[in-house]
Nanobody
Framework: QVQLVESGGGLVQPGGSLRLSCAAS????????MGWYRQAPGQQRELVAR???????NYADPVKGRFTISRDNTKNTVYLQMNSLKPEDTAVYYC???????????WGQGTQVTVSS
């Protein structure tokens, strides 16, 4: 039973932009906190950004001012607009759904983002 499906990853040059999308089943999207995490080779998975059901976002310091998270509650979709990309943004990006109490409901399968010239 697939609940979170990411798309939009790829190869981009430094300074470029990408937009990731995560389509969710309604049962885990509505009323929950949606987030984007990333994991680079040899490193732990880390939070990139999250957004609550009311649309309030939070960002990790390395992406503040460059990335924007948003959600469309009519489409059960969360987005991550990534601008001014840097090589250190290279990672597999995962979509995540959590309850307001922080309980993980589901992870997506991940989408590769590579920033390289």
């Amino acid at each position: 039973q697939v609940q979170l499906v990411e798309s939009g990853g790829g190869l981009v040059q430094p300074g470029g932009s990408l937009r990731l999308s995560c389509a969710a089943s309604g049962s885990i999207f509505s009323g929950n906190v949606m987030g984007w995490y990333r994991q680079a080779p040899g490193q732990q998975r880390e939070l990139v950004a999250r957004i609550d059901s009311g649309g309030s976002p939070n960002y990790a310091d390395p992406v503040k001012g460059r990335f924007t998270i948003s959600r469309d509650n009519t489409k059960n979709t969360v987005y991550l607009q990534m601008n001014s990309l840097k090589p250190e943004d290279t990672a597999v990006y995962y979509c995540n759904a959590k309850t307001t109490y922080g309980i993980t409901l589901s992870w997506g399968q991940g989408t590769q983002v590579t920033v390289s010239s």
